[in-house]
């Protein structure tokens, strides 16, 4: 990184952070020069660009197409009763250059979605994720894992928070925590939920911090964690998010994946085929059938030995190297490891199916066939 | 001892945020035996740690383990 000394004014403006050792001149510089895109300037958004700019992070851009509403007042502080029915970005503008006039910041009056959002991305060191909606969420998501961008993540509902890193030292992304993007129904939002202000203030408060934690390299990032917070019950919690397998059969494999998925409605990833008990019965000792059973170790002895080559699904290797075969019969306990697993080996074989409700009603069906 | 679980967001709603539940052998049954004690978390979609670590797979569960039951949330 080049640096450059701060200026007279650099060195009073920001004299109570650089006064910290962990941050001093060099931080500053590193800020002064990072580029951040900060999705969503809404109730998340806002503090994460105030704090930013406050804090004199260089460029700083807004992606959002909305207009401020009266309702969005009571949480949405960067914005007065002026700016109702004005763009977001612009207002965020107006009010963060006032605050801040040294800090570059570009407007992106767009709504990112799968065809538009590489080219912006591009732009910047980190993304931060203040959206409100799950589609965005897997689309902001699915760009900084094909970009390699870090990516802060922060979401709400009444009054809880989450807060996770992605693409940060790790590679853990959204979908390692949540695979599929479930249907818009599924999830509750804000608008229909309600929320207090102050709860989204806290948790884009801490999505500003991590982003100053991984602009300075200081402290530790909440890389592949989640962090949750419940403001009634002041109750803190942090988990390590696991590698998931199913993450990579849904993360877009290129640019033009991610150009062509399908995220308003994402049907179910599983376009595997699925294949019943009896059909099993009759393709599973011929010569042209191989059957990959992913269960773990520990459960095997759940059914009576099934010709089968091993491949527990903690350490499936979709690369994994099978003999010739017509068909490829993929079956775990109760169908839907054997699924996941039938999709990631589609990428590479032809004709794999997955045992429709897996070997337990393999046995129920078997056991009642003998009664 | 029984199993402690932490439950988030919408799972909460229906199960309450902390309650002990009888100990089962793992993860799946655990899922189960949770659906059948609240048959509205059926619709709801979960993540589930172990011992504060997201589980990928059917996850043995020891008699104290912690489980929290994670919910995505769309809000911002």
């Known amino acids: 990184m080049r640096l450059y000394i701060l200026s007279m004014t650099e060195t009073t403006r920001y004299e109570r952070q650089t006064a910290l050792k962990e941050i001093g001149d060099q931080g500053q510089q590193q800020l002064l020069q990072a580029k951040v895109l900060v999705i969503g300037a809404g109730g998340l958004g806002c503090p994460v660009l105030q704090y930013l700019t406050a804090a004199g992070v260089g460029e700083i851009g807004i992606a959002d197409d909305d207009v401020v509403a009266l309702n969005n007042l009571h949480r949405q502080i960067l914005y007065t009763e002026k700016h109702v029915g004005k763009l977001k970005a612009e207002a965020a503008t107006d009010v963060l250059q006032r605050m801040n006039s040294t800090v570059k910041i570009n407007q992106h009056i767009v709504r990112l979605d799968n065809k538009n959002i590489l080219p912006i991305i591009r732009l910047y060191d980190v993304v931060v994720d203040a959206t409100d909606n799950i589609p965005a969420r897997y689309i902001v998501n699915d760009a900084c894992y094909l970009l390699r961008k870090p990516l802060i993540y922060g979401s709400i509902l009444k009054f809880e928070g989450q807060l996770a890193v992605f693409n940060y030292n790790t590679s853990i992304t959204y979908r390692d925590l949540f695979p599929q993007q479930p249907k818009e129904n599924e999830i509750a939002d804000c608008n229909e939920a309600g929320v207090i202000g102050v709860l989204p203030g806290i948790i884009g408060s801490l999505q500003a911090a991590e982003a100053i934690k991984i602009i300075t390299g200081i402290g530790q990032v909440a890389a592949g964690k989640l962090i949750t917070y419940n403001m009634l019950h002041n109750s803190l919690y942090e988990f390590n998010i696991s590698a998931n397998l199913l993450a990579a059969s849904f993360l877009p494999a290129d640019e033009k994946a991610l150009e062509n998925a399908d995220y308003g409605e994402v049907c179910d990833v599983f376009s595997v085929r699925e294949i019943d008990i009896a059909s099993f019965d009759e393709i599973r000792n011929l010569p042209g059938t191989i059957v990959v059973d992913v269960r773990e170790e520990y459960e095997l002895n759940e059914t009576p030995a099934l010709e089968s080559i091993q491949m527990p699904f903690s350490v499936f290797d979709e690369n994994m190297a099978l003999p010739n075969s017509e068909t490829i019969v993929v079956v775990c306990k109760s169908g839907h490891r054997s699924k996941a697993a039938a999709a990631l080996l589609s990428r590479k074989y032809k004709n794999v199916i997955s045992l429709q409700g897996g070997l337990n009603n393999w046995l129920t069906l078997n056991k009642m066939d003998h009664a | ?76």
Not at chain 2, 24 to 42: I, M, S
Request: aromatic share 8%; no cysteine.
């Open chain 2, 1 to 76: 001892m029984g199993l402690s679980i932490l439950a988030f967001g919408q799972v909460a709603e229906i199960t309450g945020t902390t309650f002990s539940f009888d100990h089962v052998v793992d993860t799946n049954a655990l899922k189960l035996a949770l659906e059948k004690a609240f048959p509205a978390l059926q619709h709801v979609r979960y993540t589930i740690a172990v011992d504060k670590n997201t589980i990928i797979a059917n996850t043995l569960l020891n008699e104290n383990a912690v489980v929290a039951l994670l919910p995505p949330f769309s809000g911002g």
